[in-house]
């Protein structure tokens, strides 16, 4: 490891957050402000794709959901899971912090752009396709939501988690107002078009600013503190891997949707994933802040507190998230029409009754992230994937779009089950009297 330079000055900000007077809220301030994001991009995504299903063709609205989705998942793939590393690391980085950053960015985007090449050579595209603009811009789009992600973690690894709130809300906000802008065009490239812009626009305000600001922070100044390069290289291989897997599902399942039942079905299927997924997010963006601050002030008195609180808070929002989408299922789906309602709500229902046990495999998650510890994870994402995938598409030929909910939920608890063991040990090494993590 190498040596911390001394730092040259502290104001008495940071220097009571370096003794940690202020940290003691730093994850419940950072979750809180990620969980009002997480609620009210939620909201305004529900309004954009009511909007949607009220002024478009559902034909329309489920090309465009797949669209939408499937450049989603290219660009998380195309991040190589450097979301992870900035999130666990990039406090630690110091000096090398605006290079790593910039560095980051050119090589995600890079991908991304050959990601969404390759999908249209490989791809649906007739069905997802219908003009040649659409085609040209779908890269485009990858890259677009690649970069946006991508911020995100590197907010949180900054210690500046209240401003992924900002952006995303800004981005929920405009996407919305674009969509009922261009509604009398009654096309999916409407949509989409609606959707990419403004994470253009939002992703390059924010990385002036990041940069900008990383410049101006002492505390980042000096050589960086971080593991030997192998163990770097593990956690990214493992991370990766994982984040790939994990981009199996969400890919696959509309364009299974697409193909069993078509465009329109998918328009109700995506209604449903929207509010599932919505509740995920609300329920893995926590481990963020943990992770960034378990792995920056690693010492045995701060993180067994945070760890307590980490997972009570994970698990009243599992519970708590779970219980509320079951029973609010058939009434937000009624805000998009009657057939909405009457196509989602039991794969809804279904997918919500999953969400405590991705509590429970989103706190070992993250312990594992803060322990370098994830091949474990790995192992059993193969089983998940399997069972979401193949479970769905047995069956969703008894059960419709209820049998792919029934086949996430079993997925889910299976997995839940797998971890629990490994989960109590290091639970209790994050809580025990156990030396202090390195770095």
Not at 100 to 118: E, H, K, R, W
Not at 347 to 368: K, N
Request: charged letters at 15%; a positive charge.
């Amino acid at each position: 490891m190498t040596a911390c330079a001394p730092p040259t000055r502290v104001t008495p900000g940071k220097e009571k957050d370096e003794q940690g007077g202020q940290r003691r809220l730093y994850l419940e301030t950072s979750a809180f402000a990620l969980m009002v994001s997480s609620v009210v991009t939620a909201l305004l995504g529900l309004v954009f794709w009511a909007v949607a299903a009220r002024w478009y063709p559902a034909a329309e609205v489920g090309r465009a959901s797949a669209t939408i989705t499937s450049a989603t998942l290219l660009g998380t793939i195309s991040n190589l899971s450097l979301g992870s590393m900035y999130e666990r690391f990039l406090g630690l980085t110091r000096s090398r912090t605006v290079p790593l950053i910039v560095q980051g960015q050119v090589l995600c985007g890079s991908l991304a752009a050959v990601l969404g090449g390759l999908f249209l050579l490989l791809g649906p595209r007739e069905k997802l396709f219908h003009t040649g603009l659409e085609l040209v811009s779908f890269p485009l789009l990858v890259v677009a939501l690649s970069m946006f992600a991508l911020h995100d973690p590197m907010l949180v690894g900054l210690r500046t988690a209240p401003l992924v709130a900002v952006k995303n809300i800004f981005h929920a906000a405009a996407k919305l107002g674009l969509v009922i802008a261009l509604a009398f065009t009654a096309t999916g490239e409407a949509i989409v078009w609606a959707w990419m812009v403004p994470a253009l626009v939002t992703g390059a305000v924010i990385n002036v600013w990041l940069l900008s600001r990383v410049r101006r922070t002492r505390r980042l100044s000096g050589d960086p503190i971080l593991p030997p390069r192998r163990e770097l290289f593990q956690f990214f291989g493992a991370s990766y891997t994982l984040t790939v897997m994990m981009s199996v599902v969400p890919l696959a399942l509309p364009l299974i949707v697409v193909y069993r039942f078509g465009t329109e079905t998918n328009a109700y299927f995506a209604t449903s994933w929207t509010l599932a997924s919505a509740a995920v997010v609300l329920i893995t963006t926590v481990s963020g802040p943990y992770v960034a601050e378990a792995g920056s002030h690693p010492d045995p008195v701060h993180l067994p507190r945070l760890t307590r609180r980490f997972f009570r808070l994970l698990l009243a929002i599992g519970v708590g998230g779970g219980g509320a989408l079951f029973v609010a299922a058939p009434y937000l789906l009624s805000i998009f029409g009657p057939a909405y309602a009457r196509e989602g709500t039991d794969v809804t229902q279904l997918m919500a009754l999953s969400l405590p046990f991705v509590a429970i495999s989103t706190m070992y998650a993250a312990l594992a992230r803060v322990f370098r510890r994830l091949w474990l994870v790995v192992a059993v994402q193969p089983l998940t994937i399997l069972g979401v995938l193949g479970g769905g598409l047995f069956l969703s030929d008894r059960m419709g779009l209820a049998g792919i909910g029934a086949a996430y939920l079993a997925s889910e608890a299976t997995c839940a089950v797998i971890i629990s063991f490994s989960l109590v040990r290091m639970y209790r090494r994050a809580v025990g009297r156990t030396p202090a993590l390195t770095t």
